[in-house]
Nanobody, 121 residues
Framework: EVQLVESGGGLVQAGGSLRLSCAAS????????IGWFRQAPGKEREGVSE????????YYADSVKGRFTISSDNAKNTVYLQMNNLKPEDTAVYYC??????????????WGKGTLVTVSS
């Protein structure tokens, strides 16, 4: 069974940076996608970014383009989300999610427990 463990959340001032990590295990093939959702209090869950294991293709929500970068270290089975120029509206619980096999967009077959990111103004 696929397991996802997030780390790296915390409190940061607006304009600062954080890097989230998602350690993954249990995939049975080399064809999957890992990404990040976030959910702020009182708001709908939002897909933030994803990366394909097979070709490295990435997706970013418009709200984070140019500020967030997703990357993967296949040797460590870890996906990173580098978040720069953070804004108070980025405050949310960030969840790592994965699909195997991948589809047109990240469905969330598997989920981590989430990590809280708080951006103060």
């Amino acid at each position: 069974e696929v397991q996802l463990v997030e780390s790296g959340g915390g409190l940061v001032q607006a304009g600062g940076s954080l890097r989230l990590s998602c350690a993954a295990s249990g995939f049975i093939s080399d064809d999957y996608v890992i990404g990040w959702f976030r959910q702020a209090p009182g708001k709908e869950r939002e897909g933030v970014s994803e990366i394909s294991s097979s070709d490295g293709l990435t997706y970013y929500a418009d709200s984070v383009k140019g500020r967030f970068t997703i990357s993967s270290d296949n040797a460590k089975n870890t996906v990173y989300l580098q978040m720069n120029n953070l804004k108070p509206e980025d405050t949310a619980v960030y969840y790592c999610a994965a699909d195997e096999p991948p589809g047109p967009s990240l469905r969330g077959d598997y989920w981590g427990k989430g990590t809280l990111v708080t951006v103060s103004s």
